[in-house]
């Protein structure tokens, strides 16, 4: 859409059953913020919607972990997030929550429109179900062992030890997380959403009529579409949720990737009586900023949902990020492996903008990153402080020292090449930077606006004011041709700073406004039309002393916060380990299960363990598995012929780094499929105390095929 009438920017609605951390920052909220700060400044008719999902089975989890209610867990993490976004400067217009009446209200409306509409499918099935609790298991509340790295407490749709994608018959031993019980299949109907009646119409309107998406999202959406879609159900068997509004629909609820992001139509609702001109009105421009891993509910569930519904304007674009790493590893909140943005806001006090620097500046737009403690104190120290920072210092002391504390006059028949240059840079930059921000490539336009205060510094270090300050007459006094020089330089360099405090607003608002008040200007100053023009700070008008835009981050704190990411993760290993012992424990103590040897598993005979095949294997290969970022799939030397393995160890090693390696393999274990691939065997792998994988191997390199024993 070139010319739209209005802006409605939503940023995916986060579960409230933990705090936020960076990679939730630097996956949506960040960029989101970005693109609606530089829309506002150009006095856009922009709304910025997000809220809190408190809906599915990742709530429940947590409530019941903590021995507490789903009310008590979203009242408690609502709360923590929308402060947490608050304090980082995440500006939404309205921080809403899908607990609120307007949105089951909206939520069960829509449901129903496609109810009465007949475009559900209602469907008799079989699902798990705990005899003891009298309940209907989703598949989170189904454990047992992972069939692939033996994790006994791998959940029914994910391993998180190994990251394996599963599904509830692949468990092995499988048991009710909630009772311990054996599970059961029993018939429960639900109504289903069919998919595959959309697909035409989401080839044509997505992969024909928005081919300029970001590469990362058009292509897993054409993946989704090449494979064909099928029917999905769109409710559940729960308490826990919006009900769904049919008679004889007890114990049901909308599944939650239905309800969410109903949410964003919902809290527009909340905002503003005018939502339907957001919503409904086809000159109005819908971006939704999200992470990867929800990109198929945005871009093909919910636009179907919308087209179904027949009422609602659909995403002009969906900018996904990537993931964003800590210290080389992924993030997860089980193992405390995260940087908390609350904890950061304690740790790093009136610091909120350098994270968003260094989010931004490293951001996972095309790829995942890496965050490491070590260049967020590289890019604080080396870019911030000694580029942007030290060049608005220099000119504030400067401007104080030699031109009395107020602006100089621009004598224009003596500007050189130097100055016009500088001049054309200013005018330049305002372009880049909001060419790239229209292409939500925000890294790239933050190293536009970094780069013009670089160029500030050269011009400066070459135009040496406080070098021409010594060009005296006789008597002591400066030459008019030194003033005018100094007047020039000093002259330009402000105009280039209020170009700076415009440009880099919507990625550190604070330190804008910092600089606002250095210049002795209002926000007026920040309207985006200013930039690019050097006639910004009236001659004579006089400005405030310099103060530091930023501080410099000392090697101390830096160290502090690896130390307490890594004792975190200890920590948080020490717990799993106990938390399982305690189930092990329950476990054996359950009549009817069999004794437990000291290693808390079943005992077995050595006739049991005779039965297993290990062989010595050599990685002849290995790579990725498409949609999957936890599976790896290798080619095995076995020596006596070569075999497929997936293995989920991606998120341990990168498949360049395992090629040659020797493992030991599970050679006789029975062909499963993962993702559509024949697995022929198990790699053997060892966990330490902080959760990180180690190939079992022999201690020198020995011939593919050998047996263990």
């Known amino acids: 859409m070139t010319d739209p009438k209005r802006y409605l920017i939503t940023a995916a609605l986060p579960y409230a059953n933990g705090p936020v951390h960076i990679g939730h920052l630097a996956g949506c909220y960040l960029p989101a913020d970005i693109y609606v700060r530089y829309l506002r400044a150009q006095k856009r008719d922009v709304k910025f919607i997000g809220g809190s999902d408190e809906h599915g089975v990742p709530i429940t989890i ?11 867990v979203v009242d408690r993490y609502h709360a923590i997030i929308k402060e947490s976004m608050a304090q980082m400067g995440i500006s939404f217009d309205i921080y809403s929550r899908t607990s609120n009446k307007v949105h089951h209200d909206t939520a069960s409306a829509f449901f129903t429109k496609l109810y009465n509409d007949g475009l559900f499918e209602e469907k008799e099935t079989e699902q798990y179900y705990d005899e003891t609790t009298k309940t209907f298991l989703a598949d989170r509340y189904i454990v047992g062992t992972c069939p692939v790295c033996a994790n006994t407490n791998a959940y029914g749709d994910q391993c998180e030890k190994c990251g394996s994608s599963l599904s509830p018959e692949q468990l092995i031993n499988p048991r009710s997380a909630l009772s311990d019980a054996v599970p059961v299949k029993k018939k429960t109907t639900h109504w289903y959403f069919p998919l595959q009646n959309y697909e035409a119409w989401l080839k044509e309107w997505l992969l024909e009529g928005h081919k300029e ?21 769109m409710t559940r068997d729960s308490n826990w949720g919006i009900k769904v509004p049919l008679p004889n629909a007890e114990g049901k609820v909308l599944y939650v990737w239905f309800d969410a992001p109903i949410g964003y139509i919902s809290a527009t609702k909340e905002l503003t009586d005018q939502w339907a001109d957001y919503w409904c009105k086809e000159d109005t421009k819908l971006v939704h900023f999200i992470g990867k891993d929800n990109i198929v509910f945005h871009c093909i569930i919910f636009p179907a949902m919308l087209k179904a519904h027949g009422n609602f304007i659909l995403p002009d674009n969906v900018p996904a990020n990537e993931f964003l790493n800590i210290e080389g590893e992924k993030v997860s909140t089980s193992r405390n492996w995260a940087v908390w943005v609350h904890e950061y806001i304690k740790d790093f006090p009136g610091c909120e903008d350098v994270l968003r620097y260094v989010l931004c500046a490293n951001a996972p737009e095309t790829k995942d990153n890496d ?4 260049d967020f104190q590289d890019r604080n120290n080396s870019e911030l402080v000694s580029i942007f920072g030290n060049f608005v ?5 400067l401007m104080h020292k030699l031109c009395g504390g107020k602006v100089p006059k621009l004598h ?14 200013i005018a330049a930059a305002k372009t880049k930077v909001e060419n790239l921000l229209e292409e939500y490539k925000f890294r790239d336009a933050l190293f536009e606006v970094i780069d013009l205060s670089r160029k500030g510094n050269k011009y400066m270090q070459e135009k040496e004011p406080w070098i021409v300050a010594k060009c005296t007459t006789d008597n002591g006094q400066l030459t008019t041709e030194a003033q005018k020089s100094i007047d020039n330089c000093l002259h330009l360099c402000l105009q280039l700073t209020a170009n700076l405090s415009i440009l880099i607003n919507p990625f550190l608002p604070n330190v804008a406004q910092k600089m606002l008040g250095m210049m002795k200007v209002v926000d007026k100053m920040l309207d985006w039309n200013n930039a690019g023009k050097i006639k910004l700070l009236s001659v004579g008008y006089s400005l405030r002393e310099p103060q530091f835009l930023f501080r410099k981050i000392e090697n101390e704190e830096i160290t502090v916060q690896v130390e307490k990411l890594k004792s975190g993760l200890i920590k948080s290993a020490q717990e799993n380990t106990e938390t399982k012992k305690m189930e092990e424990k329950k476990t054996v103590d359950t009549p009817n299960n069999s004794p437990s040897g000291d290693g808390g598993k079943s005992e077995i005979v050595f006739d049991d363990f005779a039965k297993i095949d290990l ?25 006596f012929e070569k075999r497929i393995i997936v293995s989920g160890i991606a998120l341990h090693f990168s498949p360049e780094e395992i090629i040659n390696k020797q493992v030991v393999v599970v050679a006789n274990l029975a062909p499963r499929k993962m993702r559509g691939i024949e697995s022929n065997g198990m790699i053997l792998m060892a966990e330490d105390n902080t959760g990180k994988l180690h190939f079992v191997k022999p201690e020198a390199v020995i011939n593919a095929g050998a047996g263990v024993s």
Not at 219 to 225: A, H
Not at 393 to 397: D, G, I
């Open 62 to 72: 947590r409530a019941m972990k903590e021995g507490i209610s789903p009310q008590q």
């Open 393 to 397: 210092n220099r000119t504030w002391v």
């Open 371 to 374: 965050f490491t403690w070590k």
């Open 615 to 639: 062989k010595v294997g050599t990685i002849l290969s290995a790579e990725k598995v498409e949609k999957a970022d936890k599976l790896l799939k290798l080619e095995v030397d076995l020596g």
């Open 213 to 233: 998406w970001k590469n990362n999202v058009y292509g897993q959406c054409k993946s989704w579409l090449d494979s064909g879609l099928q029917s999905r159900a």
């Open 412 to 425: 224009e028949d003596i500007l050189d090449e130097k100055d016009k240059t500088l001049v054309e840079d």
